[in-house]
């Protein structure tokens, strides 16, 4: 079957990308236990990252205000006995990237996938530094 690719341009898209990223997360050797873990109740979660991306990509949406990433990453490395590594990182970006590739394609994808690098930078460093800082 033929599918042409489009861009990420309504909230079913965004919807259709969170889905289809984490259904991948869950099966991933080393993230599926640390998402499964942590994560009890998966229609709302998968709801809200929804809103994330579709304020992030779209600038739309009831996500507004709502988020504070950085925190929440400190927490789920808490909750890995400080075990999170670049690795973790670098494989969630290959499903992203993955993810992105198989649906879409355009400004907006590229937009997703760029976003997405600049914040696990952000992401891991403050991780490390929550660390060092003993938080
Ligand atoms: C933890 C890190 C980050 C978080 C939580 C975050 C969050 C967000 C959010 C919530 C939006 C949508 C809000 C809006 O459009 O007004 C957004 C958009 C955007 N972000 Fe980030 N961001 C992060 C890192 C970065 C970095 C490091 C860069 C660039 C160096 C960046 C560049 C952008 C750009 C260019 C937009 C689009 C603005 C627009 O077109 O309206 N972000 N980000
Ligand atoms: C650039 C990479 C990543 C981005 C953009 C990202 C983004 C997000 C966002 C927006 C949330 C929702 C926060 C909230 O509910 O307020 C979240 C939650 C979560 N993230 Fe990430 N994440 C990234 C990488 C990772 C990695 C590498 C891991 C694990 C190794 C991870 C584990 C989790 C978990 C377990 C939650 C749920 C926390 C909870 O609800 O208790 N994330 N992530």
């Not at 079913?12 to 889905?19: A, E």
């Not at 949406?61 to 990182?89: C, L, M, W, Y």
Request: proline content about 3%; overall charge positive.
């Amino acid at each position: 079957m033929y599918k042409i690719r489009k861009d990420i341009v309504h909230r079913d898209d965004v919807s259709l990308l969170v889905r289809s990223f984490y259904a991948k997360v869950r099966r991933h050797e080393t993230l599926g236990p640390i998402f499964n873990g942590k994560i009890e109740d998966w229609d709302s979660h998968l709801e809200r990252l929804t809103d994330f991306w579709e304020m992030v990509i779209l600038n739309s949406g009831p996500g507004a205000g709502k988020f504070n990433p950085v925190p929440v990453h400190k927490e789920v490395d808490r909750f890995t006995q400080n075990s999170i590594t670049q690795a973790h990182f670098g494989n969630w970006l290959e499903l992203w990237f993955s993810t992105l590739d198989t649906y879409f394609y355009g400004t907006n994808t590229d937009f997703a996938k760029e976003h997405a690098r600049r914040m696990a930078h952000i992401l891991f460093f403050r991780i490390m530094e929550g660390r060092g800082a003993k938080v």
